[in-house]
Each structure stands twice: as C-alpha cells, then as structure tokens.
Nanobody
Framework: QVQLVESGGGLVQAGGSMRLSCASS????????MGWYRQGPGEQRELVAR???????TYADSVKGRFTISRDYAKNTVYLQMNSLNPDDTGVYYC????????WGQGTQVTVSS
C-alpha cells in the first residue's frame, strides 16, 4: 500500500510563490510517471503537471510558464514549484502516479488571496 504525503501548502497572496512536496516511504516513485493534481472548490480533480521517468515535464495550459514539476530520485520526492500564483490556483493539491492508480493522500491546501 503506497502512502502519499503532500506538504508545503498554505496561504499566499496573489503573485506569490509556493513549493509543494510529495513523498512516500520506500522507492515507489521511480518506475512511474508522477503527477500533481488540483481540486478547486466545487470542481473535479484535474491534472496540472506530470513528469516522466526521464524527467520530462508536461503542464496544463492554465499553469504553463508558472509551475515547474521536478523529481528527486535519491529522496523519493516529487516537487511542484508554483510562481505567479493567482486566486484560480486555490485548491487542494495531490500527487499520484500518472495515470492515477494509488490511493489518494490527504493533499495539501493552497489558498491564494487576491
């Protein structure tokens, strides 16, 4: 059973930055594409960024140029650097493999104030 732990969320003003982390015990990420997903208030969960096993990123149009996904194999951690945040980025952020296949973690709340 893979347990995903997301962290790094909080409250930030529009235009600010935040870095999210996703970790799990053991070497469970290395063989998978990994993704960051977002669920805004009253919305369905959506993929915002994914990264291949070789480190190639893909982004949703809404975050392209502002978010950067990365992974550290040594630390078994996936990151999401978020810059130029705006209120539309508000939501709970989750990580999972892509396509998702593990149980969802608690997520980390990101709130962007205008």
């Amino acid at each position: 059973q893979v347990q995903l732990v997301e962290s790094g969320g909080g409250l930030v003003q529009a235009g600010g930055s935040m870095r999210l982390s996703c970790a799990s015990s053991g070497d469970v990420f290395s063989g998978y594409y990994m993704g960051w997903y977002r669920q805004g208030p009253g919305e369905q969960r959506e993929l915002v960024a994914r990264i291949s096993t070789g480190g190639e990123p893909t982004y949703a149009d809404s975050v392209k140029g502002r978010f950067t996904i990365s992974r550290d194999y040594a630390k078994n951690t996936v990151y999401l650097q978020m810059n130029s945040l705006n209120p539309d980025d508000t939501g709970v952020y989750y990580c999972n493999r892509w396509p998702p296949g593990w149980s969802w973690g608690q997520g980390t709340q990101v709130t962007v104030s205008s």
